[in-house]
């Protein structure tokens, strides 16, 4: 490449992460990951720019990328709390379930991942913060896809989930 990056200063972080945020709204998640590379490069730990970034790389999420969920799990590393650990956890499994499901799989490794991401969601229920139900709510939402889309388990051989490469197991 070449170019040497500019850095953001310090006063411009919030402002800096409430634009990746829209941009994630906006469905341009690779603005959205670019911003918050910034962000991270003045504040390595900040939170908010590692939640965005988790998400907007899931959000860019597509079957033919077995690397996509090994980066995500990469920044999903650096989440604090035992909660955001499981409960970002099960995004990132929701996510790759869905784009197995938009690429055409036929169930089995999309089951899989869905599967194990509602598995992220009951252990997050169990330490959230009262009132918060979110884990809940994606639970269900697994549950409302697997029923929709009849996936199984035995849609074919069920291989699971290969946590070798991060890739669905094949």
Known sequence: MGLELKRISQAALPAALAKAERYRLLNEPE??????RDVLAIEPRNQEALVTLLL?????????????VKRAEEVLAAVEGEYQKV????????RWGLALIEAGDPGRQAYAWLD?????????????AAGNDDAILRWNSCARIIARDGLTEHAGVAEGIDA???????
């Open 164 to 170: 070798g490469d991060g890739a669905p197991g094949r």
């Open 87 to 94: 409960y970002y956890g099960g995004i990132v499994r929701e």
């Open 31 to 36: 603005q959205a990951e670019s911003i918050c």
């Open 116 to 128: 194990d991401a509602m598995k992220h969601y009951e252990a997050a229920e169990t330490k959230a």
């Open 56 to 68: 907007a790389l899931t959000d860019q999420f597509r079957a033919s990328s077995t690397t996509a």
